[in-house]
């Protein structure tokens, strides 16, 4: 049997291509498990890939007085959703050579940029919904920015770098580090930042009414057309993105392509795929499981998860962690 290998740009293109295509597919079935929990038929999986190809087929709108930023806003989201799998371990275990432009702080500062791209286009379009969901979104991002700095430092205690890779291969190399009480500190406090970051209860809620106290649905109440496409299929890239971090960094860097073999890259889809999924029913069944919080409580929420990284770093470098 020959084996093929695929050539490294290849492999380096694949990263953000496979994040691209699976992550409506994923919103798609978290969706689904959500419907069968609460004893509804619920919608097809692939429902998200029709409704952005809908919206593709629309008109593109934009309220009067938007400036060009509030049109560009969308691409740019999208832009920096499809750099951050260039930084992170999505299908190999090695780093590729564009993950080593930049460290887990400037992916980081990627999906910061994104968000706050956003957050201006909802602020200038004069939209009363979309300039709420705007403000209280970064007024509670002050916090939870925060807590990645501090997830990044136990990253760097650790393995003396900030790099995601070697994250990865540190957990990989005995399955004692992630029973670390430092480590699990981290990941518990990551994990509450992406319920917070994904917009799942108890923040809100996908599938519920518009309302005052939606954050990430409301900033996207003005766009229309293929620009509301890209905010959607970008958020759902934000989402996967954020579940890969924590899987393949912290929890799980397992099923990961050490070569460039066509095979084990076919392998390492099928692996991210499968483990994001499972992360995804994980939290189908918090989103089920609790009411979401009244606004002035999702401050304590958030602090929450805050004040566990900070836990994590004196853990690790005060006792040994």
């Not at 560009?72 to 920096?80: F, K, L, N, Q, W």
């Not at 809100?204 to 766009?223: D, K, L, V, Y």
């Not at 483990?275 to 919080?293: E, M, T, Y």
């Amino acid at each position: 049997m020959v084996s093929v290998v695929l050539p490294i740009p290849l492999v380096q293109a694949l990263q953000p291509l496979t994040v691209l295509v699976a992550a409506p597919g994923l919103s798609g079935m978290i969706a689904k498990v959500e419907a069968r929990l609460q004893g509804r038929r619920g919608p097809r999986v692939l429902q998200p890939y029709y409704d952005l190809a809908k919206l593709f087929r629309k008109e593109s709108l934009a309220p009067v007085g938007a400036s060009w930023f509030f049109l560009a806003a969308p691409a740019v989201a999208m832009t920096c959703y499809l750099t951050v799998p260039l930084l992170i371990p999505v299908l190999t275990s090695f780093g590729l050579p564009l993950g080593y432009m930049g460290d887990i702080i400037g992916g980081g500062f990627l999906l910061a940029l994104a968000s706050f791209s956003v957050a201006v286009a909802a602020a200038e379009s004069g939209a009363p919904y979309a300039q709420l969901g705007s403000s209280r979104a970064k007024t509670f991002g002050a916090i939870t920015e925060p807590v990645v700095l501090f997830v990044v430092f136990t990253v760097a205690l650790v393995t003396t770098t900030d790099l995601p890779y070697a994250q990865a291969a540190t957990v990989r190399s005995s399955a004692d580090q992630i029973l670390r009480p430092a480590h699990l500190l981290a990941s518990v406090a990551l994990f509450l930042v992406i319920l917070y970051e994904t917009g799942r209860i108890p923040i809100e809620t996908h599938t519920g009414t518009n309302e005052f106290g939606m954050i990430e649905e409301a900033r996207s109440f003005e766009h229309a057309g293929p620009y509301l496409a890209l905010l959607k299929w970008g958020s759902a890239c934000k989402q996967l993105i954020l579940y890969t971090i924590l899987i393949d960094v912290f929890l799980a860097p397992w099923g990961l392509a050490s070569t460039t073999q066509a095979h084990s890259v076919a392998l390492a889809i099928l692996a991210l795929v499968g483990k994001a999924v499972l992360l995804g029913c994980v939290v189908a069944v918090i989103d089920n499981s609790f009411a979401k919080l009244r606004l002035f409580k999702i401050t304590e929420f958030v602090s929450a998860a805050f004040l566990l990284s900070v836990l994590a770093v004196f853990t690790l470098y005060l006792g040994g962690g």
